[in-house]
């Protein structure tokens, strides 16, 4: 991750501060020429404004960032420490600070960027310090797994910078890793309405719709990312599910069908095609589909279960009966066992039992 991506608040306060800086033309170009991309040419301006005035905290705390922006952190550091020295206000100390801590993060020494954010708490007093501080101070953490201290400091950023589509997506992701259901939805759904194109922060709203049982909204939101990646896979497999909960199991497959186009070894589609064709009794392909899922994914009994009922529905018993003694063996339960035990009695003779029906 870079900086770039983070540092946008801090920016905004170095842009508020030069309001009133001495009226000196070199940092003004030094600026024009940083914004351009000539490191270089902005430290000599930099460097001409510091010699008409020695104590000149913008400039000299230019010349830092324009170190850090060339890769140069080494000497960005020590510039910085200049710069420390000639501070005035809680304003400079904190820009200051920030960007020690952001040359820290950088390097990946995130510990040392945690601290040195952390003693600049105190300087913070604008609502954008105290976002910056925080957002950091949450990528940090993400960096160093810690997604239950990232998720708080990145909360707090969230307070700050409400709008801020990198704090509340990487807030979102936060609560993934921690299995958030609630909020990844709070967080996510407030994404996607930032960046509409966020396939991914789609993907994981949806799942969490899904796993609370939600399909109309996990639906609606799988239609969003249709839209904007129609090939993606990620997002047309959690639609395909979402279809399956709100029984619209021709979108199941519309969905799935896509799946295996761009990925057509992938099991798990073949198995819940398969399974959207048994829902509307279209056993054939259901079959075929099941089969071909069997082969890539062996351990699973469900795949077992349900070929064994399709043979059962079609009077084939003693396919049913293989398919549901695989299924006991993969995982034996109460289910299975009574699949076999009505196969076994309906092969000895007995009175015909009929397969539970499909789910409702």
């Known amino acids: 991750m870079r900086s770039t991506r983070y540092g946008n608040a801090v920016l905004g306060i170095i842009l508020a501060l030069m309001i009133s800086l001495p009226s000196f033309a070199d940092h003004k170009k030094g600026y024009q020429l940083y914004s351009q991309g000539d490191y270089q040419g902005a ?9 008409m005035a020695p104590d000149f905290w913008y400039a000299q ?4 960032r324009c170190y850090k922006k060339m890769g140069n952190f080494n000497q ?6 200049k710069a420390e020295a000639i501070t005035r206000d809680n304003s400079q100390k904190f820009t200051t600070a920030y960007e020690f801590a952001d040359i820290y993060y950088l390097q990946k020494n995130y510990n040392e960027a945690i601290n040195t954010l952390n003693r600049s708490k105190g300087f913070a007093a604008k609502t954008k310090e105290k976002g910056a501080l925080s957002k950091l101070l949450g990528m940090c953490y993400i960096n160093m797994k810690n997604f239950k201290q990232a998720a708080s400091a990145l909360e707090e950023a969230a307070r700050h910078l409400p709008q801020d589509y990198d704090v509340i997506s990487s807030l979102g992701k936060c609560y993934v890793e921690l299995d958030n259901t609630d909020g990844i939805i709070r967080a996510l759904s407030q994404a996607v309405k930032l960046r509409s194109n966020d396939a991914e922060s789609i993907v994981f709203l949806g799942r969490a719709y899904i796993k609370k049982g939600d399909f109309a909204n996990a639906v609606n939101v799988g239609e969003q990312g249709e839209r904007i990646a129609p090939r993606n ?3 047309r497999f959690m639609l395909g599910n979402a279809y399956l909960g709100v029984k619209n199991y021709q979108g199941a497959i519309r969905s799935f069908r896509v799946v295996l186009e761009v990925e057509p070894n992938n099991g798990n589609a073949m198995k819940l095609l398969g399974e959207s064709y048994k829902m509307l009794e279209d056993f054939g392909p259901a079959v075929d589909y099941l089969l071909r899922a069997a082969s890539f994914l062996p351990d699973d009994p469900a795949i077992f279960d349900s070929l064994g009922f399709i043979y059962e ?5 003693e396919d049913a009966l293989k398919a549901y003694e695989q299924a006991y063996t993969l995982k034996p339960n109460p289910q299975y066992k009574a699949s076999i035990d009505r196969i076994n009695k309906r092969l000895e003779g007995a009175e015909e039992t009929p397969p539970p029906p499909l789910p409702s």
Do not use: P, V, W
């Open 43 to 51: 430290i000599k301006e930099f460097q001409a404004s510091l010699e």
């Open 61 to 64: 705390f230019m010349i830092g």
């Open 76 to 81: 960005a550091i020590a510039e910085l420490k």
């Open 233 to 235: 896979t990620k997002i």
């Open 313 to 317: 529905k079609n009077k084939r018993f």
